[in-house]
């Protein structure tokens, strides 16, 4: 019996990533992820971990647990990654 074959994009590690992408705090949130997308490439893991990104600059609080929970519950991320700003 052999087990069942697995494609790559199976084997990744999905890490969840909350930023503001767009409007006022955007430059902060692309930055920190140009640094989240550098920090893999560097270590020459991006073969093992997936991003899931979502933009959180027009969510209100409520707006933004939902979609963590989204990333946790149906995206089944490992890791989740935000920042706290206020503007």
């Given at each position: 019996?052999?087990?069942?074959?697995?494609?790559a994009e199976q084997l990744k590690t999905k890490?969840?990533?909350?930023?503001?992408?767009?409007?006022?705090?955007?430059?902060?949130?692309?930055?920190?992820?140009?640094?989240?997308?550098?920090?893999?490439?560097?270590?020459?893991?991006?073969?093992?971990?997936?991003?899931?990104?979502?933009?959180?600059?027009?969510?209100?609080?409520?707006?933004?647990?939902?979609?963590?929970?989204?990333?946790?519950?149906?995206?089944?991320v490992a890791i989740a990654l935000t920042a706290?700003?206020?503007?």
């Open positions: 019996v052999h087990p069942p074959k697995c494609n890490i969840g990533v909350l930023l503001p992408l767009t409007g006022d705090l955007a430059v902060i949130g692309n930055d920190i992820l140009k640094g989240i997308k550098l920090a893999l490439r560097e270590s020459g893991t991006t073969d093992k971990f997936e991003l899931i990104i979502d933009d959180v600059t027009t969510l209100n609080s409520a707006n933004a647990v939902k979609a963590a929970q989204r990333q946790i519950n149906h995206e089944k706290v700003m206020q503007d």
